[in-house]
DNA sequence: TCTGGGGTCCTAGGACCC
DNA sequence: TCTGGGGTCCTAGGACCC
């Protein structure tokens, strides 16, 4: 028999922790993201009552605030949110041969081995959605299937406190009907793509010409095709290393004043440095990220010949970046990462590294 | 609709090495 | 003399994920 893999889905994650931490949200909109007032920035996540409204993550939170200015804005928790994920991937880890977080409030599970057919996944997933909501008083949404792709997308079919079972039979026409944008991948622009090709639902893909999808797309139009007979061979796979950290800042008000810019810089610098030690990296690559006015935006990188792990390096590299690269526009954004990662020696590795 | 912040992966050209 | 083939690393940009 083939695999069987579980798509883990939190519940408006962000919000349900808020309501869940402050019972007198609940029955009200709540928003989580930027702050209104100040008119920069994005809904990150709402509950089910603010998306009544049009509401939705990823708009605007100046847009937001028009749709419902009754709403409740908070502004984002990760310490919090990191610490809720952390329990909730331990519960996941304990049912599953393999794990991969995706994100903070998702994750896949094989569990092809605990298992002996579709109805035990089923028992096993009604389990893991008791646990979870016995020890964290929050509920997520399941989806299970014979890949990555199906589990993912069948999670998603039935929200909030869903479970949905799309067995390989029944793959190809549970999908057909579905957008394409349902598909791994597939973002705004191969959306767009696709429909100058005429092709707006997953069935349309499967019964393209899969030639055509991979002179247009490359490696991509043959995963294309094969995703949308419902196959992916991907493997769930459990992430050990990690392959950058960063961070970055959006001004409240697009700026020239290079001083002020310098001084941000190397406080992100410092925040990057602390990460690096908490974890105990080494790094050779520093990549400055610039965003205009107009959100043009670039990444500069410099590689070292050597390993390091000195803040005034990474100062220093961000700083060059930076002054050897400006355009003479106002400056939206800044930010700076560190890859090529190297673990410092005989040092245990953290349990979770969120 | 005026677009955050944390990431990953892919592509393509050029340098450099054998 | 005007010319190779394979491999790896670096850089810049872009699409995508939550």
């Known amino acids: 028999m083939g695999k069987i893999i579980l798509h883990v889905d939190m519940d408006h994650f962000f919000t349900a922790i808020e309501e869940r931490e402050n019972p007198e949200l609940r029955g009200k909109p709540v928003v989580v993201g930027a702050d209104p007032k100040k008119g920069r920035g994005v809904v990150s996540t709402c509950n089910y009552e603010a998306r009544k409204f049009g509401i939705k993550s990823g708009m605007p939170i ?24 952390k329990n909730i991937m331990e519960i996941l880890r304990k ?18 081995s605990r298992v002996k057919d579709y109805e035990e996944a089923k028992s096993l997933a009604k389990e893991i959605k ?10 997520c949404s399941i989806g299970i299937g014979p890949n990555k792709l199906v589990a993912k997308i069948a999670s998603d079919f039935n929200k909030p406190d869903g479970l949905t079972v799309v067995r390989e039979n029944e793959a190809r026409d549970f999908l057909a009907p579905l957008s394409v944008r349902k598909l791994i991948g597939v973002g705004r622009k191969t959306e767009k793509k696709l429909r100058e090709m005429g092709i707006k639902t997953v069935g349309d893909l499967a019964s393209y010409d899969p030639s055509k999808l991979a002179d247009v797309f490359g490696v991509m139009g043959s995963k294309l095709y094969l995703m949308a007979q419902g196959i992916d061979g991907s493997e769930v796979r459990e992430r050990e290393d990690r392959k950058s950290m960063g961070r970055e800042l959006t001004f409240d008000e697009d700026t020239d004043d290079l001083d002020f810019v310098v001084g941000v810089l190397d406080m992100l610098s410092e925040c990057v440095h602390k990460d690096i030690l908490k974890r105990d990296f080494s790094f050779k ?11 043009e935006t670039h990444v500069y990188s410099k590689t070292l010949p050597f390993r390091t792990r000195q803040l005034e390096h990474l100062k220093k590299i961000a700083r060059e970046l930076l002054v050897n690269n400006l355009k ?9 990462r560190v890859s090529n990662l190297i673990p410092m020696k005989g040092q245990k590795k953290l349990e979770v590294d969120i």
């Open 62 to 85: 100046s847009r937001a605030y028009k749709l419902c200015p009754d709403a409740v804005f908070l502004p984002v928790n990760y310490e919090l949110y990191k610490k809720v994920s």
């Open 95 to 112: 049912y599953a041969d393999k794990l991969e977080r995706w994100g903070l409030d998702e994750a896949f599970l094989d569990v092809s």
């Open 130 to 139: 008791r646990e979870i909501f016995k020890r964290e008083k929050l509920t």
């Open 285 to 295: 690559t520093v990549t400055l990220k610039i965003r205009y006015e107009n959100f």
């Open 328 to 336: 003479g526009l106002k400056i939206r954004l800044i930010g700076v």
